[in-house]
């Protein structure tokens, strides 16, 4: 099977050519402004791939809550103009081709299942830590979507009487330094002060630290997965699991035999490719 695949961002919309079960000829263009250069855009990128190749379809992974029955996204993002009618309809109409759009974070998870770190898993967590705290769950190799789209929607989960995303997302914890020391400072940068024995810095990484760990632990001990998967830019630090095992572990230590599953913690082994491998998994399951 080749495909078209696309991977909508709100600054660069990546583009690619599934052939021979690989992902080739990977390039990005400029997010549009509006949904007539979005339109544009797409089109002419399909019928370059056309030109090249015998492709069956087109796959797609898209910001906001996509409703797989009625091929409409609902939800927002910082692309008001692809959300609330039925675009799959009308892109199926301009490329003459199948088409399967699935959310960024769903299409990710897809991703590391298919190829990269959750493969060969049956059920499987997925973190996506960034602006704030998204994620995807799979049960039977399959996304759970849930009855509302919420399926995987971490960022709501409450810890200490907070949402998720507010304390333990990067930007959160930066601003938090930042607000304490008048600097003005990245999360990735916060990390290293902490390791440096920075007081405030090791402060706020704990903060975070804690409370993705009490996420983890509660998925792990309410859904059960295989693998728990972590995204985001914050994956790329090799000691994320590591500071985060030895957190889950303070967590079951405190509550004494009560906890006895230790998570299984990976980094998306994909990293930028993840969304545009999962969109190709969606797309297979949903057509063959």
């Keep these: 099977m080749e495909l078209a695949v696309f991977d909508i961002g709100g600054t660069t919309i990546k583009v690619a050519t599934w052939t021979n079960n690989q992902l080739k000829n990977k390039h990005a263009v400029k997010t549009p402004e509006n949904l007539n250069c979005f339109y544009k855009i797409l089109t002419e990128e399909v019928n370059k791939i056309k030109k090249k190749h015998k492709i069956s379809g087109v796959a797609i992974s898209s910001p906001g809550a996509v409703d797989k029955k009625t091929g409409i996204i609902g939800g927002s993002s910082a692309l008001p103009y692809i959300h609330n ?53 799979i049960i039977n190799q399959r996304i759970w979507h849930g009855a509302h789209l919420y399926g995987g929607e971490f960022g709501y989960m409450m810890v200490d009487n907070k949402q998720l995303s507010t304390i333990a997302s990067p930007v959160a914890m930066a601003k938090r330094y930042n607000n304490r020391t008048g600097k003005s400072i990245d999360g990735k ?30 998925v792990q001990h309410s859904f059960d997965p295989e693998e728990i998967i972590l995204g985001g830019g914050i994956s790329n630090n090799p000691k994320l699991v590591p500071l985060l095992n030895e957190e889950i572990k303070k967590i079951c230590k405190s509550l004494g035999n009560l906890a006895t599953i230790k998570p299984n913690l990976a980094v998306c082994g994909l990293k930028s490719d993840a969304n545009l491998r999962g969109a190709v998994a969606d797309f297979e399951q949903e057509y063959n």
Excluded: W, Y
């Design 85 to 137: 009618f039925k675009i799959v309809n009308e892109l199926e109409k301009l490329f003459a081709l199948p088409v399967s759009i699935e959310n960024d974070a769903n299409s990710a998870a897809l991703g590391e299942l298919a190829a990269g770190n959750g493969k060969g898993c049956n059920s499987m967590a997925f973190f996506v830590i960034g602006t704030g705290i998204g994620g995807a769950l």
């Design 189 to 218: 940068t916060v990390f290293e002060l902490a390791d440096q024995g920075d007081k405030i810095a090791k402060e706020e990484r704990e903060t975070l630290l804690h409370a993705l760990a009490i996420a983890i632990f509660n």
